[in-house]
């Protein structure tokens, strides 16, 4: 069954060292806490605010060996009061477990975007 996973992170800095660093980290915790293996991936759709231009985050996700995923890079809404330096991702996968066992993951300062998600 086709699921999407939510994910979010922000940076410190627009740099594409700390872009890579954190995006990495957000997908391994995204695919651990959900079991997902590359073979059960279908896409990934990026956002990332305005305050960001130093590198797209699927260059990022493609150091991890995930090339031949197909990804997408988008603006986020620039929102009043929206956390700002914030990279989103929506994964989309392949799997056998209800909605409700997926667990979405905000990390750095986009830990308190979804509090109603569980963990």
Known sequence: MLRAVRGATTVDEDTPGQVRQRVVALL???FARNGIDHDD???LLF???DDLHCT?????????GLGDVPM???????VDGGTPRCIRVLVHVESAKDRSQLRHVYL???AELRDDLPG
């Open 28 to 30: 391994e915790e995204v």
């Open 108 to 110: 750095e300062g986009a």
């Open 47 to 49: 956002t990332a605010t």
């Open 72 to 78: 997408l890079c988008a603006r986020e809404l620039a």
């Open 56 to 64: 797209f985050p699927a260059t990022a996700a493609r150091t991890m």
């Open 41 to 43: 991936l279908v896409s």
